[in-house]
């Protein structure tokens, strides 16, 4: 069993930024690619971005392209999404996801372990 916690979320308002973490146990954290989803209240868990085992491939879908960005440091054993010109639809349960393959991975039926999740609010 691999443990993920997600934090960095809170309230902010229309186009603000917010960092959110994910902090992985274990000691082989490197092996693992690694993605983002969101779900909003009635709605279906969606996908954010990916990034790869190595973390030189990213994969992010359209409705945080160029305004998200995924990274990893796995001497900390975190992946880290910075979310810019937040909007009030972004508003929505984060979570980060792990996987042993070399990624990106993008289905969340593919993932084995997830956080518990982190609520971002956007306010109008």
């Known amino acids: 069993q691999v443990q993920l916690v997600e934090s960095g979320g809170g309230l902010v308002q229309a186009g603000g930024s917010l960092r959110l973490s994910c902090v992985a146990s274990?000691?082989?954290?490197?092996?693992?690619?690694m993605g983002w989803f969101r779900q909003a209240p009635g709605k279906e868990r969606e996908f954010v971005v990916a990034?790869?085992?190595?973390?030189?491939?990213?994969y992010y879908a359209d409705s945080g392209k160029g305004r998200f960005t995924i990274s990893r440091d796995n001497a900390k054993n975190t992946v880290y999404l910075q979310l810019n010109s937040l909007k009030p639809e972004d508003t929505a349960v984060y979570y980060c996801?792990?996987?042993?393959?070399?990624?990106?991975?993008?289905?969340?039926?593919?993932?084995?372990?997830w956080g518990q999740g982190t609520q971002v609010t956007v306010s109008s």
């Open positions: 996801a792990a996987v042993d393959r070399p990624g990106p991975v993008v289905s969340a039926k593919l993932y084995d372990y």
């Open positions: 274990g000691r082989t954290f490197s092996s693992y690619a």
């Open positions: 990034i790869s085992r190595s973390g030189t491939i990213e």
